[in-house]
T-cell receptor
Framework: ETGVTQTPRHLVMGMTNKKSLKCEQH?????MYWYKQSAKKPLELMFV???????ENNSVPSRFSPECPNSSHLFLHLHTLQPEDSALYLC???????????FGPGTRLTVT | AQSVTQLDSHVSVSEGTPVLLRCNYS??????LFWYVQHPNKGLQLLLK??????LVKGINGFEAEFKKSETSFHLTKPSAHMSDAAEYFC????????????FGTGTRLKVLA
C-alpha cells in the first residue's frame, strides 16, 4: 500500500464546502485513476490520466474536478457535493495504460 | 461485451481448511483477469493476474487461480485458510484487448472461523 498514498483518509464535508483529495504514487507509473466505491455497488471508474493527459471522463458530474499536475500526483477537487456522493474514493496507478493497477487505501468521504 | 460473475457473495471456512472463491467471466477477447483483495478500511491489493501466459497463476500469500477457457472460469484457491485472509475478494476482467477499463465483480466476502 505504501506505493500509492491518499490523503486525507477520512473527510466529512457539508454540501456547500470545497475540498480536495490527494493521491501520490511512488512507483514511477505513467497512468493514474480515480474510482468511486459505494456500498453494494461495483467499483465505478471516474477518471483516467496517462502522462498527465485525461483520457477518460466516465460521465462524472462537474462537481468532481480532477487535476493531474505531473505523473506522480492526482487530485480530485470537490464542490457542492450531494449526500449520495458519500463513498470510498480510490486512487490507482499502473505502469502504462492497460497494465495491472495498484490501488491506494482510499479516502472515506461523508457528505452531510 | 465483457462481464464477470462472482458466484458467492459470502463464503465461510474454518482456519486451516481450503478456500475456493468462484469467478466466471464472459469475454469476446482473450481476457486479462485479476483477483484483488480488500481488507476492512483498506484499498484493493493485487493478489494475482492472468495475461495469457501459464493457465495456473500463483499469487501472493499462498493464493493461486486457474484459467479455464472451456469453463470460462478463473476460480481463486488457497490450500489452508488463515485468520488474516478474512476480507473481500474481487474478480476483475479487462473490458477488452489492451484496455485500461476493468470490469469488477460484486465481491465475495470471506469469513475465516477459528
Amino acid at each position: 500500500e505504501t506505493g500509492v498514498t491518499q490523503t486525507p483518509r477520512h473527510l466529512v464535508m457539508g454540501m456547500t464546502n470545497k475540498k480536495s483529495l490527494k493521491c501520490e504514487q511512488h512507483l514511477g507509473h505513467n497512468a493514474m485513476y480515480w474510482y468511486k466505491q459505494s456500498a453494494k455497488k461495483p467499483l465505478e471508474l471516474m477518471f483516467v490520466y496517462s502522462l498527465e493527459e485525461r483520457v477518460e471522463n466516465n460521465s462524472v458530474p462537474s462537481r468532481f474536478s480532477p487535476e493531474c499536475p505531473n505523473s506522480s500526483h492526482l487530485f480530485l477537487h470537490l464542490h457542492t457535493l450531494q449526500p449520495e456522493d458519500s463513498a470510498l474514493y480510490l486512487c490507482a496507478s499502473s505502469p502504462t495504460l492497460a497494465r495491472e493497477q495498484y490501488f491506494g487505501p482510499g479516502t472515506r468521504l461523508t457528505v452531510t | 461485451a465483457q462481464s464477470v460473475t462472482q458466484l458467492d457473495s459470502h463464503v465461510s471456512v474454518s482456519e486451516g481448511t481450503p478456500v475456493l472463491l468462484r469467478c466466471n467471466y464472459s469475454s469476446s477477447y482473450s481476457p486479462s483477469l485479476f483477483w484483488y483483495v480488500q481488507h476492512p478500511n483498506k484499498g484493493l491489493q493485487l493478489l494475482l493476474k492472468y495475461t495469457s501466459a501459464a493457465t495456473l497463476v500463483k499469487g501472493i500469500n499462498g493464493f493461486e487461480a486457474e484459467f479455464k477457457k472451456s469453463e470460462t472460469s478463473f476460480h481463486l484457491t488457497k490450500p489452508s485458510a488463515h485468520m488474516s485472509d478474512a476480507a473481500e475478494y474481487f474478480c476483475v476482467v479487462s473490458a477488452g484487448s489492451g484496455t485500461y477499463k476493468y470490469i469488477f465483480g460484486t465481491g465475495t466476502r470471506l469469513k475465516v472461523l477459528a
